[in-house]
Each structure stands twice: as C-alpha cells, then as structure tokens.
C-alpha cells in the first residue's frame, strides 16, 4: 500500500537493522487520517467474507481495528493483556510470548464478547513472529468462532510469523511487508 510506504519512507526509522520504530504514526502518537486509510483498505479485502467481528490486542492494533470496524459497521474487540478491574466475567485466554519484548502475557476476552459462529477479522500492528496473532486464533477457536483471515499493518517477511499463520491455514493480508533492513533502509517484498 503506497500511502503507507510513503510514511515510513518519511517517518520511520530502522533500529539496529531489525526493528522499525514508527511511535509518530502508529505506536504511539496516531495520525487519524492514515488510520482511516488502513481501515478502509482492510474493509476492502475483506468486503465479501460477512465478518461480523474485529479482533485485535492491545494496545497498538486498537486504533487500525476500530478503523476497520468502522468500515464494516461491526464491532470491535481489544483482548486484554492485564485484568480489568470491574471485569469478573468468564474469560477465553491463552499466554502470548513477546520473542521482542522477551515477557509473557496472558490474553483474556471475556466470554460474553465473542459467540459461536461469528465470523472474526483479526487485526495487529506489526507481524514478526506471529505469537499475538495465533494466541488471537486460539481464543477465537475456543470459542467456538471461526477466523476469516488476519490483517496486518506492517508484516516482517524475515520473521517466521507470517508463515507460520499461512501453514495453521489462515489468509494472512499485509498491507506491507519487509523483506528486510539494510542501512537503515527497509527493503520491501
Ligand atoms: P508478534 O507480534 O508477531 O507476536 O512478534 P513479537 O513477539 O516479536 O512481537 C512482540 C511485540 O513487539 C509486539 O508488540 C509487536 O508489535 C512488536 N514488534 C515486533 N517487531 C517490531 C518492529 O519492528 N517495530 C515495532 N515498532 N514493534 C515491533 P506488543 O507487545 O503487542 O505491544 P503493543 O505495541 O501492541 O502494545
């Protein structure tokens, strides 16, 4: 997606030659309009499934998946990362490993907020190596729900995520993806 790729031509910046910092438009201070942009290409793609759900994890993919909601006029879920104070309804979870961040989470949604049969687009900022992703695959199987696809923001095709998704079974949508970095350039697909 061109307009993206402008941004980080602009914008972002290669660290160490394996991330990406992109805190002024998508990571920590957000620029609605391109957002709205993201939001609406994923809604494209995924315009004939009958999602009936976004799914996403906070804190990052929140703000492209309301976007992405938006578009498809249906809701959007965050799955947690900390347990919510009022929040003492019964949960789906699973543990998500953060090979970056190098902790672990554990991921809840509340039961009451994902029904059997419903058809989920799952949404995430950055892929790398898929955990969030598939830990989003594992509570929409639990309950009981199916998932129509995964879309993603920025996709790091040199990391294993996006492969692993693909051989689980699921339709991976990136809007772009990195074959990798060199000299502080990043080199696309
Ligand atoms: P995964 O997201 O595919 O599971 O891979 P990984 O475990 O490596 O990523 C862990 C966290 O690091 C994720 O954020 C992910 O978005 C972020 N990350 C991975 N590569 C990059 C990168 O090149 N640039 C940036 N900016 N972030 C990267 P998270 O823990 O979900 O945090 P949050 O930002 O959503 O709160």
């Known amino acids: 997606m061109q307009v993206l790729k402008d941004k980080i031509q602009a914008e972002g910046v290669v660290i160490q030659n394996s991330l990406l910092k992109v805190d002024s438009f998508l990571n920590h201070q957000l620029d609605p309009e391109l957002m709205m942009k993201l939001g609406e290409e ?6 004939n499934n009958k999602v009936t759900k976004v799914l996403t994890i906070e804190s990052s993919g929140i703000a492209v998946a309301i976007m992405v909601g938006l578009a498809l006029k249906v809701p959007v879920v965050f ?22 961040k190098k902790e ?15 058809n989920v687009m799952i949404i995430d900022d950055f892929l790398a190596n ?12 639990q309950a009981g729900a199916n998932v129509v696809g995964i879309g993603i923001v920025i996709e790091k095709s040199f990391q ?6 693909k051989s689980a079974g699921y339709r991976v949508e990136s809007l772009v993806r990195i074959k990798s970095f060199s000299n502080g350039q990043v080199n696309y697909v």
């Open 42 to 47: 994923f809604a494209l793609r995924f315009k």
């Open 79 to 100: 799955a947690r990362k900390k347990k919510s104070a009022v929040c003492n309804d019964e949960v789906y979870s699973t543990t998500v490993y953060s090979f970056t």
């Open 104 to 118: 672990s989470n554990y991921v809840t949604v509340s039961k009451e907020l994902l029904a059997t049969g419903e």
């Open 130 to 141: 898929g955990e969030a992703a598939l830990g989003l695959t594992h509570i929409v199987e």
């Open 160 to 165: 294993p995520g996006a492969e692993k998704l």
